[in-house]
């Protein structure tokens, strides 16, 4: 399995209240992408990042930023946290152009926003 | 910009039934095709992938998927299901060689009963 770990794993916060979301690997793979898993919209990409200090949005990025400032790390970022916020967050990697995309997910973030 | 549909969301089978799921992309140049798994409370893990080549294309735990251009669908296939195959099944584009962003299917739920 690749070296994936996302931290918390599950976390109940309030409304309006800041949340930072880590996603660390130990492949060295340039790409890192943030997504959001809720029922009947499977996977929506919010931001990535193709190298140190290197991101940009995807779908779904409003209400959240991102960070890297190392190769190993991409943090996400709800400055204040709503309800509809509430979701589970997978992290993914890949590594360079002979890969051909495959991405690598994390196990998840269950975030509850009450 | 790529979209992906899965055109059901459930799909009940007996065990050691043949069971097809479903994908249809939109029509682009040239696309990259991947079929994912997510058993529950898990992170998604790569089932087989289309690059080029031939269009038929096995994967892990006996699956395949066959690329058909000209229906612009990516069918994933197993002769014969296993209790364990019950999970979430997503189907993901890519229309850049290299590095890209997926773009996901809002997945199918495959239930396999005794």
């Known amino acids: 399995d690749a070296g994936i770990t996302q931290s918390p794993r599950h976390k109940v916060t309030e409304t309006g209240t800041p949340v930072t979301l880590r996603c660390h690997q130990t492949?060295?793979?340039?790409?890192m992408y943030w997504y959001r898993q809720d029922p009947g919209h499977g996977l929506r990409l919010i931001h990535y990042?193709?190298?140190?200090?290197?991101?940009d949005k995807g779908e779904v990025s409003d209400g959240y930023s991102v960070s890297r400032s190392k190769t190993e790390d991409f943090l996400l970022t709800l400055e204040s946290a709503t309800s509809s916020q509430t979701s589970v967050y997978f992290c993914?990697?890949?590594?360079?152009?002979?890969?051909?995309?495959?991405?690598?997910f994390g196990p998840g973030t269950r975030l509850t926003v009450l | 910009a790529q979209s992906v549909t899965q055109l059901d969301s459930q799909v009940p089978v007996f065990e050691e039934a043949p069971v097809e799921l479903r994908c249809n992309y939109s029509?682009?140049?040239?696309?990259?095709l991947f079929w994912y798994v997510q058993y529950p409370n898990q992170g998604l893990q790569l089932l087989l992938k289309?690059?080029?080549?031939?269009?038929l294309v096995k994967g892990i735990n006996g699956f395949e998927a066959e690329f058909n251009k000209s229906q612009t669908s990516f069918h994933l296939r197993k002769p014969s299901v296993h209790i364990s195959d019950t999970a979430e099944y997503f189907c993901?584009?890519?229309?850049?060689?290299?590095?890209?962003?997926?773009?996901f299917g809002k997945g199918t739920m495959l239930l396999v009963s005794p």
């Open positions: 993914a990697i890949s590594g360079d152009r002979d890969s051909y995309n495959e991405q690598f």
């Open positions: 492949e060295n793979h340039r790409y």
């Open positions: 289309y690059l080029s080549g031939s269009t």
């Open positions: 990042s193709y190298g140190v200090k290197d991101t």
């Open positions: 029509s682009s140049v040239s696309v990259y």
């Open positions: 993901a584009v890519s229309d850049q060689e290299g590095y890209s962003t997926l773009t």
